[in-house]
């Protein structure tokens, strides 16, 4: 089953959930940017038609019914609606994929969260004092996780995922807490009746995910009728959005259903009629789960386009000298700028080292010491939220006065992570690394762990990298993979392993083949044959398997009876089951160090990820010759 080195000559010279959701962020950053830009300019070159404009009204109705607001109410209390269901879609992907699925990692991110929004509103708090303005202590406490995320993606590649996603678990708590605070103090009295009919229309959301009605529709009328009966109650209709998100479950395709839907389609394509149409568009849909289906509708929308918008609409404000020095002495304005520039990175930093000290190391930050510091200097940003309490709790100048705090809060808190991270690139290479990365071990998503005495090893048998393959060899991305493990391979401290994953339902000589290989495994040939099958996906059936076997010299009586026999078929079994077992359903799917790589399987790529996992390992234990280069830390994001 395993292989000394040279043994075998080479026959010749691909989504995270999450990455994709910190790539959107990154893509929108900008056109968030634009949209403050864009308001503070129309707002400054004529006020009157900017506040004129955003106060016209839209009234929609229907007989008797009806609801008649301005366009900047429709954006705030209506379109974020949708901004909060993809944050609730993104907490609950986190908690059911990501590494909050193991419940005491969310400790952390919770006491970092709730430290990050009690410390800001105790200083807002101080600084307004016995003044009317403190009621409006609810600006100062929510990260803007979108625009952070962004920002961070345009200071530098070197900044890794890992970071990143710190910032985004750790302030998914503030988003959440945040919009309890809007409902329970920002809100109009609340009448129970119709908030009675949101919470009726909310269980029937639940009922809906509980027995899998995969329409999008359903989501659409009740979270339209949550929303309604939210206004109505008096409590902010956003909270619509964010309970609809929640309530949407993340979880892989599996396997079994993934061939139920290939049958559904294979009868399309023998009989195209309308009704097999339908059928299997069902098929299709109810394999992908109602998170990533709502999420991949919704994502780009409020990225692309409520955001930034919402951003025109409440971000203008006029600028002037008489302005700007009543304003930056104005507690209002520093007590937001104060309370974000100062009281977030105290709390995150604060927060991380008592978790840690108090769980004896048990639970720590996935990240470094410098990296906590940037994690906590960047969730200054308060724009979002801050705008939306800001526009409830304030009017008139006190409102231009809480705009500019929380639009200067994020100036100040871009130009002091740019300032940490620019002191990390300073410090030699095994510093950095260990200041970015920290020491934490991440959750193992293979399952099993590599078997030296059981899997088909290729390159040394001990390793501190190892990639490991689930792969079919009919699948003609697999065959697309092969000169790319191969390149990889010219790297000697590398081990590779390959697991089989036979798509029967689309790919109907698989399974044959991966007997075969373990047919020739037998033999002490896997690796030739391996090798073999990938070069020639088109000749699987068995005459074609007893000519590969001819060409390695191999016993053909006994390779026969092996095949005919299917004498393999509980060893292919076993990787089936280490597929299920690790939320495999498709090929090819990689594995770096027990870590599920997630994105494009071109050389760069896994080169990248394979760095970064070097990094991390260099932080853990003492640099040995295989760990001596030290690499720009790019890290492609694992669960």
Known sequence: MTESPGRTLWARNRSAPLREFLRTESGSAMVLVTGI?????????????????????????????????????????GLMALFFLVVGLETRREFDLGDLRERRRFTLPLVAGLAGMVIPVAIYLAINAGRPSAHGWGVAMSTDTALALGLLAIMGRDVPDRMRVFVLTVFVVDDLVALLVIAAFYSDRISFMPLGMAL??????????????????????????????????????????????????????????????????????????????????????????????????????????????????????????????RAYTSPVTLGVLIGYVAGKPIAVIASSRAVTRLSHGRIRPPIGAAAVAGSGTIAGIGFTVALLIATRAFQGAELAEAKLGALSAAFVAAVATWAVLSVVRLLPADRRVRAMFGDTKLIQDLIPEVDPDRDHIRGPRKADITVIEF???????????????????????????????????????????????????????????????????????IPDLVRHATTLGLDL????????????????????????????????TFFINGQRHYGAYDVETLTAAIRTERDQLATTRPTSPALARVLPATEIRRR
Not at 301 to 310: A, D, E, K, N, R
Not at 498 to 509: A, G, I, K, Q
Not at 563 to 568: C, V
């Open 200 to 325: 009726v229309a909310f269980a029937l959301l639940l009922l809906a995910v509980r027995f899998r009605l995969q329409r999008r529709s359903v989501f659409a009328i009740l979270g339209i009728v949550m929303w309604a009966a939210l206004r109505t109650s008096g409590i902010d209709p956003v909270a619509a959005g964010l309970a609809i998100g929640l309530a949407a479950p993340a979880y892989t395709p599996v396997r079994g259903e993934l061939e139920d839907a290939t049958v559904l389609v294979r009868r399309f394509r023998e009989q195209p009629t309308p009704e097999l149409a339908r059928s299997a568009q069902v098929g299709l849909v109810s394999v992908l789960s109602p998170n990533e289906r709502l999420q991949a509708f919704y994502h780009p929308w409020t990225s692309y386009v409520i955001v930034p918008l919402f951003a025109l609409a409440n971000a203008g404000i006029v600028v002037n000298a008489g302005f700007l020095a």
């Open 557 to 588: 009586n006994r390779f026969r009876e092996d095949i005919r026999g299917h004498a393999h078929v509980t060893r292919v079994a076993q990787d089936l089951e280490s597929a299920d077992l690790s939320g495999v359903s498709g090929t090819p």
């Open 37 to 77: 830009a864009a308001a503070m300019i129309w707002a400054n070159a004529s006020d009157a038609s900017y506040e004129s404009f955003w106060h016209a009204r839209l009234s929609i109705g229907a007989g008797p019914f009806g609801i008649s607001q301005d366009l900047r109410t429709w954006l705030n209390s």
């Open 471 to 541: 792969g079919d060899f009919e699948c003609p991305y697999c065959g697309q993979a092969e000169p790319v493990v191969r390149d990889l391979l010219t790297d000697t401290t590398i081990r590779y392993v390959w697991r089989h994953l036979p798509l029967t339902d689309v790919h109907p000589n698989a399974q044959l083949a991966a007997e075969a290989a373990e047919a020739a495994g037998a033999q002490g040939a896997f690796w030739e044959m391996h090798d073999l099958l990938l070069q020639h996906q088109d000749e699987l059936r």
